[in-house]
């Protein structure tokens, strides 16, 4: 993917840099035993209870700095190119429909992270809060995609992913998230997954759709990388996880759709162009 020299995104928050310290809780263990005593012995106990005020203030928790290695900083200007990308094709889609675009964050961390929708740690894989419109990404998802889903890799692996999200921030914006889980609540779990399923395929719809766009904006397409963002579609499948997870499929429980839906989803975006043709949601049996 033809990335470098390009505009980067001024919406990706990058903490992987940072890790929490920890609070240092000895003082704060005597200073309640002293007032245990104190308050056996009728004491006064605030010069105790300021004491421990002083020490609170001064045990928060602190932020260390590691240094990124060349190669983080460079997958964080990767990251940055591709959000902008996206950005520009979103304002685009939204424009000629009549919409405003709005664009949304982007959290680059490592280990864990604190949302607006909970805590998560980098088990989750990459997600979309939309309760604060950002995504969050730790960047070890895409070695893992690799080594334990068979992945191809490549740098338009990762451009799909986040496209991937992004996709969830526009059903966000246009509404589609808030009904989806409002019909959610009034159907019975089976049901509710395919719901889940349409969603996540139309997502798929959506990274598609801007690969077309993006191509026609900014040629940056190079061999072998649509061969890379069909793989990891497909090796994030519902049924190839749970292949490989248990040795066979329970279709009820899938959330995500197979990784031939997938596949079919993003390449109708990519294929079609058209907005409007991520029709996901019409051939439910609910």
Not at 150 to 156: K, L, N, P, R
Not at 166 to 173: A, E, P, R, Y
Request: proline share 2%.
């Amino acid at each position: 993917m033809k990335w470098k020299g390009r505009r980067e995104s001024d919406n990706v928050d990058d903490r992987r840099s940072m890790s929490g310290g920890k609070i240092a809780a000895g003082g704060g263990v005597i200073a309640i035993v002293i007032i245990l005593i104190n308050l056996f012995m009728g004491g006064d106990n605030s010069a105790v209870l300021n004491e421990i005020n002083n020490q609170l203030q001064q045990q928060t928790t602190t932020e260390e700095t590691v240094p990124l290695s060349p190669q983080d900083e460079e997958m964080g200007r990767m990251v940055r190119v591709i959000l902008a990308d996206t950005e520009d094709v979103w304002h685009k889609i939204f424009e000629e429909n009549g919409l405003v675009y709005e664009e949304p964050k982007l959290v680059l961390f490592r280990n864990s992270v604190q949302t607006a929708c909970g805590g998560a740690s980098s088990a989750s894989g990459p997600f979309y809060c939309p309760l604060d419109k950002k995504v969050y990404m730790d960047l070890s998802f895409f070695d893992e995609l690799q080594s334990r889903f068979g992945a191809q890799g490549g740098d338009f692996a990762i451009a799909y992913v986040i496209a991937h999200e992004v996709g969830h921030h526009v059903q966000t914006l246009m509404g589609t998230s808030a009904k989806v889980r409002q019909m959610q609540q009034q159907l019975n779990q089976a049901d509710a997954n395919k719901l889940s399923v349409a969603l996540e395929l139309q997502a798929d719809f959506y990274a598609g759709l801007w690969a077309h766009y993006n191509e026609e904006m900014n040629q940056m397409l190079e061999e072998g990388d649509i061969e890379e963002a069909l793989s990891a579609a497909h090796a994030v499948g519902d049924d190839a996880i749970q292949k490989r997870a248990q040795g066979h499929v329970v279709p009820d429980s899938f959330t995500h759709g197979t990784s031939a839906q997938r596949v079919y989803w993003f390449k109708k975006g990519l294929n079609t162009g058209q907005f409007n043709a991520g029709t996901t949601f019409n051939d439910l049996e609910i």
